[in-house]
């Protein structure tokens, strides 16, 4: 259906009724919704135009395509008729191959690495990654690293060279027993409580070595390449406080001279889940994918 050119086709506007005119004005950004999987991920591409750049999503720990900020987004990119839009299950999580305990932060860069190229592969350009908490620090150890051609990155609560922080909070929380069990390189389950909104979930001393062990270092110098770098973090932040990423110096970090800062008053770690948050996250990535 052609809604401004209707006359030219047999079937003027005039005598469409009002529906079957708004589908055919909308119908071209209808987009294309399909699921694969791709050396054991799980994923899902929201494509409206091939020619037009790519949004890549990394999820934080323990997260996929199926958690409440990565819903947030696919609807919302279902909608932005300007990008396409890439989410996955990394290992160990929700429908792609492995257990959790099987995996690590080396497998979830390698994972991240591959969704990266693909979506590359979709549109022939670099793509816009957008990593949410640990998935802000994998993005950065693959810039780091140069693993990816990258376009432009919006780090969200990125929970940087956190893994030390993290198992000695852990460490806190756990049971006596967990942490023999934990020592001995046996499965845990973790339980926070409210913190943040977490739910329980599996941790292992192999995880918390390997997360180490990829850190960022600032003895490799700062990330190499002049591309845009966008970071927001809110301020009410429990599992990833500010003051903590203030302290990371993201401008010693990264040689870009197109890095941002950006505080959100009253969000805490799930920026994505806070309407104000998510209203800078959506014009940062527009602002982005217009240069």
Known sequence: ?????????????????????????????????????????????????????????????????????????????????????????????????????????????EDAQKMIDMMHEITNKPPLVVGQSLGGHIASCIAQRKMCDIHSLVLICPGINYGHIFHELVKSIISKQQLRQLENGEVIMVDIGDFDNW????????????????????SMGPIEGNFPVRVIHGMADQTVPVTYALSLEFDQMYESNDLQLTLVKNCDHLVINNKHGFDIVKKTIETLLKN
Not at 17 to 45: C, F, M, R, W
Not at 98 to 109: G, V
Not at 207 to 213: D, P, R, S
Request: proline share 5%; aromatic share 10%.
């Open 199 to 218: 739910e329980p979930f599996p941790y292992t001393l192999q995880l918390y070595e390997n997360t180490v062990a990829n850190n960022i270092l600032k």
């Open 1 to 109: 259906i052609n809604a401004e050119y209707g006359e030219e086709l047999g079937c003027p506007t005039a005598n469409m009724d009002k529906d079957a005119v708004d589908i055919a004005k909308n119908l071209s950004t209808v987009p294309s919704i399909y699921h694969g999987q791709k050396s054991g991920l799980e994923y899902t591409v929201i494509e409206h135009d091939p020619l037009a750049r790519g949004v890549v999503y990394i999820p934080g720990f323990t997260s996929g395509k199926d958690s409440d900020e990565c819903v947030i987004l696919r609807k919302y990119f279902e909608n932005l008729s300007t990008s396409n839009f890439l989410c996955y299950d990394p290992r160990g999580i929700g429908m792609s191959d492995l257990s959790f305990s099987d995996c690590n932060l080396t497998t979830w860069i």
